[in-house]
Nanobody
Framework: QVQLVESGGGLVQPGGSLRLSCVAS????????MAWYRQAPGKQRELVAS???????DYNRSLKGRFTISRDNAKNTVYLQMNSLQPEDTAVYYC?????????????WGQGTQVTVSS
C-alpha cells in the first residue's frame, strides 16, 4: 500500500500563489508517474499535471503555463506551484501516483486538499 498526504491548500486572493505538496509513504518502490488532479463542485475530476520518474511532464492545456509540477524522487514528494490563481481554479486538488507491481500496475489517491480562490 501507498499512502499519500497532501498539504498546502487554503484560501488565496485572485492573482495569488500557492504551493501544494504530496508526500508518499509506505511501499513506495515502483512509483512511476506522480500527478495532480482537481475536482471543482459539480464538475468531473480533471488532470492538472503529471510527471514521470524521469522528469517528463504533461499539463492541462487550459492552465496556460500558470502551474508547474515538480518532484523529489528521494523524498517521494511531488509539488504543484500554482501562480496567478483565478476563481475558476477553486477545487479540491488530489495527488495521484501510478505504481509498478509485478502483479500489475496500481493507482493510489490522496484525500485531497481544498484550494479556494476568492477575494
Amino acid at each position: 500500500q501507498v499512502q499519500l498526504v497532501e498539504s498546502g491548500g487554503g484560501l488565496v486572493q485572485p492573482g495569488g500563489s500557492l504551493r501544494l505538496s504530496c508526500v508518499a509513504s509506505g511501499r513506495t518502490s515502483g512509483i512511476r508517474t506522480m500527478a495532480w488532479y482537481r475536482q471543482a463542485p459539480g464538475k468531473q475530476r480533471e488532470l492538472v499535471a503529471s510527471q514521470t520518474r524521469s522528469g517528463s511532464t504533461d499539463y492541462n492545456r487550459s492552465l496556460k503555463g500558470r502551474f508547474t509540477i515538480s518532484r523529489d524522487n528521494a523524498k517521494n514528494t511531488v509539488y504543484l506551484q500554482m501562480n496567478s490563481l483565478q476563481p475558476e481554479d477553486t477545487a479540491v486538488y488530489y495527488c495521484n501516483v501510478d505504481v509498478f507491481r509485478l502483479a500489475g500496475p496500481q493507482e493510489y489517491w490522496g484525500q485531497g486538499t481544498q484550494v479556494t480562490v476568492s477575494s
